[in-house]
């Protein structure tokens, strides 16, 4: 059953990290950071990390355009670099792409020049590719540090967390990925970690997203409620 408004917990929903980037993004206009979409939104937003991936993207695409859905994808700069081609798919498609620092998650910036100059790589090849910039960002480091977001924000960025991450990297089965996504469905206003690398990832969408379309459950991008007027940053993040 897919539930929209419903205030339901999560599994790591008192962990320390999420309630510091909670108690961040409550103090925070919705253009700086965003955990969650609105409780009573009808949409979640599927996201994408670390791709694109040679084999794995291009079936998450499919899944996604058979569904007729727009999601956002975190590309790292040096798999934009290695596959621009995948990037350039990614934008002709309809999906947004962000930026998710220069290397995988594992090499984290430590510096905020660290932090500058994977961020100006990234841009670069991005750009090169799709001719625009990247406006969302979204952090290795799970709670990224305030001079980062300061950063980050002085560079413009709306830097894009989650609130529901099913671990798809980690499974070893579309079917254990799908019995997880059942036990703990995406709601509206969820912002739904996945990975543009995972092998799993798109037959288990594949399986999900006809269901939760049947219960009312939208899907778009991040940036449906960052341009929305009707919001304000407290009713965002409330509620989750």
């Known amino acids: 059953?897919?539930?929209i408004g419903t205030p339901r917990s999560r599994p790591s929903v008192f962990s320390p990290r999420y309630m510091w980037n909670r108690g961040v993004a409550a103090t925070v206009s919705r253009?700086?950071?965003?955990?969650?979409g609105p409780p009573d939104s009808r949409m979640a937003a599927l996201t994408f990390d670390d791709g694109p991936h040679a084999e794995h993207t291009p079936a998450i695409l499919r899944v996604l355009a058979s569904h007729r859905l727009r999601a956002t994808f975190f590309v790292t700069g040096e798999k934009?670099?290695?596959f621009p081609d995948l990037v350039a798919l990614i934008a002709q498609k309809g999906h947004v792409i962000g930026q998710r620092g220069y290397y995988q998650q594992g090499s984290a910036p430590k510096t905020e020049q660290e932090l500058v100059e994977e961020l100006l790589m990234t841009e670069h090849w991005i750009r090169k590719v799709t001719g625009e910039s990247?406006?969302?960002y979204r952090p290795a480091q799970a709670k990224p540090s305030m001079s980062h977001l300061r950063e980050l924000w002085r560079r413009n960025q709306t830097v894009v967390l989650w609130n529901h991450d099913p671990s798809d990297a980690d499974s070893p089965s579309s079917a254990k990925l799908s019995l997880t996504l059942a036990k703990n469905p995406i709601r509206g206003g969820d912002i739904v970690r996945l990975h543009a690398t995972a092998p799993h990832t798109a037959a288990a969408l594949d399986?999900?997203?006809?269901?939760a379309k049947r219960c009312g459950l939208e899907f778009g991008t991040p940036?449906?409620?960052?341009?929305s007027p009707s919001q304000s940053p407290a009713d965002i993040h409330a509620g989750h």
Request: hydrophobic share 55%.
């Open 31 to 36: 253009e700086k950071l965003l955990l969650n």
């Open 134 to 136: 990247p406006r969302l």
């Open 223 to 227: 940036l449906a409620w960052l341009d």
């Open 80 to 82: 934009a670099k290695r």
């Open 1 to 3: 059953m897919f539930l």
């Open 207 to 211: 399986k999900m997203i006809p269901g």
